[in-house]
């Protein structure tokens, strides 16, 4: 059973969303909050394995709350996705950077998202290859330069490389075809290559590379 956490501080949004949700058998909602502030207590006392976190919200909006959640040790283990109106809101960068698992827009079709639901609780990130290059090489021009470069020293030359393809949207399968190993090879060198940056998942991994330059979409002020 997955259990879920809606945070939004509309009412007939949650509403929607837990009918929807409660409606499929291994999706159990165990509760909801109407801001930031609320859905961290929430989320310290359930132990939910997904958050569905709306960005802007009274007392302490989603972004906040996200970081807050991301850096509890003890919540590592919850998931959390992001509800944007927009699918290239300016904080859904933010969001993902520190700690969000992915984002869907409100108005997805319900099928995605339970399906997004199920995807994140296993532990993948919540974005497309398109959705990838398109959110993240806008975003990542906002920065002036390159942050910690230092922190990919930890990395052999093959981690690097499979940590660029992964930031360009390439699944397990294709950084297989793409260098010519197996997708668990693949998967392997993505698992350590996100233990060692301290990467909660496959989203905050890009982020990494594109902040540390190891992928250069072009950096504002150059």
Known sequence: MIDVLLVDDQALVR??????LAAQSDISVVGEAADGEE???????????VVLMDIRMP???????????????ALADVKIVILTTFDLDEYVFD???????GFLVKDTEPADLIQ?????????A???????????AEYAQRSRRPRDTDRLAALTEREREVMALVAAGLSNDEIGERLFVSPAT????????????????????VVEAYESG???PGWAGE
């Open 59 to 73: 007392r302490l909006d989603g972004i906040e709350a996200t970081r807050r959640i991301a850096a509890d040790p």
């Open 116 to 124: 997004a639901v199920r995807i994140v609780a296993r532990g993948d």
């Open 15 to 20: 509403a929607g969303f837990r009918a929807l």
């Open 214 to 216: 190891l992928v250069r």
């Open 186 to 205: 693949a998967k392997t060198h993505v698992s350590r290559a996100m233990i060692k940056l301290g990467a909660r998942d496959r989203a905050h991994l």
């Open 95 to 101: 969001a993902l950077r520190y700690g969000a698992s």
């Open 39 to 49: 859905a961290v207590a929430l989320t310290a006392s359930l132990r939910p394995h």
């Open 126 to 136: 919540l974005l497309s290859p398109g959705v990838t290059r398109r959110l993240i």
